[in-house]
């Protein structure tokens, strides 16, 4: 089946500096790749996906890409604030409708 | 629009007792999926249910059971609880298999 690595696990930058979440999958027939932003005492939640015909995908400060060819795909976040500091799961769709997720990065903003 | 609504928040149970967990998907979402959240584990594919049918299961002993009704809410049962079932318990419902994901806040599931 499929195997969703991510990295890194924690992740500490200063207010307004980039944060970088990378991910990769183990199956080339995935074809979709969310990721969720997981705050405490609160389920996960959709912040941004791709397709497999998507190479990047952008939504104001965040922007996800994607290189199938490596199997693997970013989350990309500018201009950090602290409510940005949160849990953040990657994951990939394979077929049957199966999804895999990738084990958190737990990201610290610094004001 | 109302969200993924999961009942109860909190529960506490003693070893060997039983538990059912309720979640009520988005209102049109026919599929719903659950998950097993620990610390040390991440996020564990519990089953998936479409049109009241399993589609998918996860790799749970079979104490582990769920179904879904015919209005797409569903309820998950542990049997024969263990200190290990202790976890946050998280329902997802999806309206198409074309999209990802909304999750609801979870059950925490503490078992003494």
């Known amino acids: 089946g499929e195997n969703v690595e991510q990295h890194p696990s924690t992740l500490s930058v200063q207010e307004g500096d980039s944060a970088v979440i990378k991910c990769t999958y183990s199956d080339s027939a995935s074809n979709y790749f969310p990721w969720y932003k997981q705050e405490l005492g609160k389920g996960p939640q959709l912040i941004i996906d791709i397709r497999s015909n998507v190479g990047e995908k952008k939504d104001q400060r965040i922007a996800v890409t994607l290189n199938k060819t490596a199997k693997h795909f970013s989350l990309h976040i500018t201009e950090t604030q602290p409510e940005d500091s949160a849990v953040y799961f990657c994951?990939?769709?394979?077929?049957?409708?199966?999804?895999?997720f990738g084990s958190g990065t737990k990201l610290n903003v610094k004001p | 629009k109302a969200g993924v609504t999961q009942t109860p928040r909190y529960l506490i149970k003693t070893r060997g007792q039983q538990v059912t967990l309720s979640c009520s998907p988005i209102s049109g979402h026919r599929s719903v999926s659950w998950y097993q959240q620990t610390p040390g584990q991440g996020l564990q594919f519990l089953f998936e249910y479409f049109s009241e049918t399993q589609r998918n299961k996860g790799n749970f002993p079979g104490r582990f059971s769920g179904r879904q009704f015919s209005n797409s809410r569903s309820e998950m049962n542990v049997s024969t609880l263990e200190l290990g079932d202790s976890a946050l318990y998280l329902c997802?419902?999806?309206?198409?298999?074309?999209?990802?994901?909304?999750f609801g806040s979870g059950t925490r599931l503490t078992v003494v």
């Open positions: 997802a419902s999806s309206l198409t298999d074309f999209y990802g994901y909304t």
């Open positions: 994951a990939a769709k394979s077929n049957f409708n199966k999804f895999y």
